[in-house]
């Protein structure tokens, strides 16, 4: 497969989890901080957040466990940093799972916060999945138009 | 040896003369590694700390006595997270602002949270902006630049921040659209 082709691959890649919904405008924001000192910034930063979110879900999934009664406080705050390092990547849909799951703890619901959690880690599997795929052939493509920085 | 006030009147880089340092507080390791790429793309000569305490500590605000000859670090920037375990960035812009060598500094307030009484109280409290998370390029170029410029420093531009004194007039046009900026969604 020449450059050009797997260039093109990697960009309709991209944006199909645009289309999808589960990216914003901040993964782009993160891609415009690449350049060849550091090509592999966007990664990186993706990387963090699986090492940041799955300790988050390991202890929501505790919290969770915790009943009788839920402690919706501490868990409104774990959702919160997980929201965080989401936002941060530009992951749109797990965000959005995230403010769900933060109103049924205002609302002091304990059913709504697990169906929530479930979907939430469904979501973020899927993405984490995806962006994997993503990653490993933009690697393969070598740098892109989109790592122009100057510096 | 310059006494510690000194250190700091010496004052701004002059444009071109050199760096500004930023010292940037964030609990989340992601955000702490983003906002370190801003600040290095924006030209600026970055610490990154974890937490409010570490930040004091690093500053030499956290009450231990240093011994004699402790040169008070260099500071022109401070960009912290608004919600942090333990200290929250208010809390540390509050410190800050209290301090003789360090309350000219300008401090930064982010957060991920577009809430306006929390907007309210740290600019009252002396924050010289309020940033929505994700913070973007452009928000740390606006501001590194207005701050290599020298202007929102001391004297007549900082006169219209509100201050815990009796001053009771409006905010200029300039902090009505910084908080403005903020709450558009």
Redesign the interface.
Known sequence: MDRNQSRRQVAAMKQSLFDQGLLDE?FI??E??QDDA?PN?VE??VT??Y??SSRLITSIEQALKERNPLDFNKLDTLM??F???S????AKKVKAECNLFREYCRAGSAEGCMRSFQQLKREYAALRKKLEAYFQLARQAGPQETAC?S? | MAAAGDVFRQGLPEVGAGKLHVLAVDDSHVDRKVIERLLKISSCKVTVVESGSRALQYLGLDGEKSSIGFDTVKVNLIMTDYSMPGMTGYELLKKIKESSVFREVPVVVMSSENILTRIDSCLEEGAEEFLLKPVKLSDVKRVTDFIMRGEGKKGVEKSHKRRRSDDCTPPSPSALHSKKSRLSI
């Open positions: 901040q924001q993160l415009e901080l550091n910034f990186e930063i963090l957040h090492r940041d919160h940093q929201k965080g390092s936002s941060s990547i530009g920085r510096k």
